[in-house]
């Protein structure tokens, strides 16, 4: 519809390949297999603009943000290696796929400071925001991409509203990550 009402003149084909639960490894492993779901579900529609947002799943979860600090900073390291290897993996799969334009996203953010009942796993936005958000930034410089930062500006309304109402939170679905209605507006 944004397309639409903005460029009525212009043709559109918008193809929604995301998995959910997605991961930056799973997008290299499916890169890497010829004749994979990478080559049938994206590259046989030949895109010329794709939009990648992967990081909050590669941001893992209490197997990372749970353990000791020494346990927890090794796992980290490992995660920010693994997402930055498969997603040069991805962007190169994309860009000799015939793709001109990449738009990374930033995810949007994990929550970890509204008052919730769900335990909280301290650190999680800070891989999001400060591994994912700055890899993406260096390859939207390095590869004349756009990039989207959901994150920040997500964080900065969370903690606004959190001052009056310690509840509030975007990720309205209780998670602390997913956004419903409101997040997503």
């Excluded at 799973?26 to 990081?55: C, E, T, W």
């Excluded at 738009?103 to 909280?120: G, K, L, N």
């Amino acid at each position: 519809l944004f397309c639409q009402t903005r460029y009525p003149d212009e043709s559109f084909r918008i193809y929604n390949n995301a998995l959910a639960g997605d991961r930056a490894i799973y997008s290299r492993l499916r890169v890497r297999k010829s004749g994979g779901a990478f080559h049938q579900d994206i590259l046989r529609n030949r895109p010329n603009v794709a939009v990648v947002m992967l990081g909050m799943n590669d941001a893992k979860n209490a197997d990372v943000w749970t353990q000791p600090d020494d346990v927890k900073q090794q796992r980290r390291e490992k995660a920010a290696t693994e997402y930055r290897d498969s997603m040069d993996d991805l962007i190169h799969g994309l860009q000799t796929g015939g793709v001109k334009r990449i738009i990374f996203v930033v995810s949007c953010p994990y929550d970890e400071t509204t008052a919730s009942t769900r335990p909280v796993m301290h650190g999680k936005n800070d891989f999001i925001r400060d591994v994912t958000g700055q890899y993406l930034r260096a390859a939207a410089q390095e590869n004349n991409a756009t990039l989207i930062d959901l994150n920040a500006p997500m964080l900065a309304i969370n903690a606004r509203e959190q001052e009056t109402d310690p509840k509030f939170s975007l990720a309205d679905l209780g998670d602390r990550v997913h956004p419903l209605e409101r997040g997503h507006f």
